[in-house]
């Protein structure tokens, strides 16, 4: 056997483990992907607005349910606070669970801002969030979401806690770490 055979035979093992390591690599990447998945959901919540120890500050907890097609029906979760020394009022420190059918859970960290209108009692209401993560399926999660809507206020103004009721729509899309 000449050298030239040798060099070659003992090459072979080496460029068949590449060739067998770069097929895996690639068929693990093909099998989980990340995906994207627009997140266009409309939602129905309740709303308690409560006073806080700083003056012009309220809490505001949120509760209600909603469809995100493509993902599934969810409940939601939020609170957060309303700045209406600022003008127009403004949602800071706003944390949302997005919880769907199985448990799984997406987490948004949002800021947004309130409009009156003619009625006082009805506020209009934009904004955008960021994905922050979750649980199960949206572990890793990352995307932009925003929301358009309308709350009402069913409860006079100044009396507090001030019970409402608002409608919303999520438009964005949300980047899944796995399929």
Not at 70 to 80: D, E, K, N, P
Not at 149 to 174: C, K, M, Q, R
Request: charged share 10%; aromatic share 8%.
């Amino acid at each position: 056997m000449t050298n030239l055979a040798k060099k070659y035979l003992c090459l072979k093992p080496v460029c068949l483990f590449t060739v067998c390591a770069a097929t895996t690599m690639i068929g693990i990447a093909a099998i989980a992907p990340p995906r994207t998945v627009p997140l266009n959901g409309t939602f129905g919540v309740t709303s308690v607005l409560n006073s806080t120890d700083i003056f012009g500050i309220l809490e505001d907890s949120i509760h209600g349910v909603g469809i995100v097609p493509g993902l599934g029906f969810c409940t939601i979760a939020v609170l957060q606070h309303v700045n209406f020394l600022l003008d127009p009022p403004t949602i800071t420190d706003s944390s949302w669970v997005l919880t769907f059918i199985g448990g799984d859970q997406l987490t948004v960290s949002f800021q947004g801002t309130g409009t009156g209108a003619p009625d006082p009692a009805f506020v209009e209401l934009s904004g955008a969030g960021i994905i922050t993560g979750g649980t199960g399926r949206f572990h890793e999660a990352t995307g932009r979401v925003e929301a358009h809507g309308v709350v009402h206020s069913d409860t006079p103004p100044g009396v507090f806690p001030a019970d409402g009721h608002a409608t919303f729509t999520l438009d964005g899309v949300v980047r899944l770490s796995r399929p």
